[in-house]
């Protein structure tokens, strides 16, 4: 898969990382050109659908897995991939370690919702699905990125990933225009 970006290190680690990790991701887009994104009223920002990969489990079982999860998607169509963003970060829990996190980006199509199932953390961040004007997430992420829930360690480089890819899929949309 095509890499989108540089990769992203997080400020302050000076040491290669621990361990790595593999996230997918789908991109939604609807016939408006709005993007199906997560609203988090805890930071206030949007992030793409999507989650780590369990031990073994491949991509496309994940994404539908995650996307079942987060948005109650009952039927989840994988049209493409999109292409990869990597990051080195923090630890989330010790900020002395650190990892690879690898995130896969998809081109993906839903169909029929059921409730969500959000696991804790995602209850805690207090996520809604929202079709949202990749404009208005883009100045939404930005807007808050150096406030001080994005800060913390392990969280400094979400919206800069996030934001990336709202980026490269404003180009692709302008080229099909």
């Known amino acids: 898969m095509k890499l989108l970006g540089p990769v992203i290190v997080e400020q302050g680690i000076d040491h290669p990382p621990l361990k790595k990790r593999e996230t997918v991701r789908a991109i939604i887009v609807n016939n408006h050109h709005q993007v199906l994104m997560l609203y988090s009223h805890r930071f206030q920002d949007y992030t793409f659908p999507g989650g780590g990969l369990k031990p073994d489990e491949k991509q496309e079982t994940a994404l539908v897995r995650e996307l079942n999860e987060e948005l109650g998607a009952m039927k989840v ?3 493409a991939p ?3 963003l990597i990051e080195i970060k923090h630890g989330l829990f010790n900020p002395k370690s650190s990892y690879e996190q690898t995130s896969y980006y998809y081109l993906v199509e839903i169909e029929g ?5 959000p696991n804790l953390r995602e209850q805690v961040d207090n996520l809604e699905p929202r079709w949202q004007d990749i404009d208005v997430c883009l100045h939404q992420n930005e807007a808050v990125l150096q406030d001080v829930n994005h ?3 392990g969280l400094r480089t979400v919206l800069i990933r996030e934001n990336i890819i709202l980026s490269r899929l404003k180009e692709k ?3 099909t225009l």
Do not use: L, R, S
Request: no cysteine.
């Open 82 to 84: 999109f292409g990869k």
């Open 173 to 175: 949309n302008h080229e």
């Open 151 to 153: 800060q913390a360690y």
């Open 77 to 79: 169509k994988i049209i």
């Open 113 to 117: 919702k059921m409730k969500p199932k």
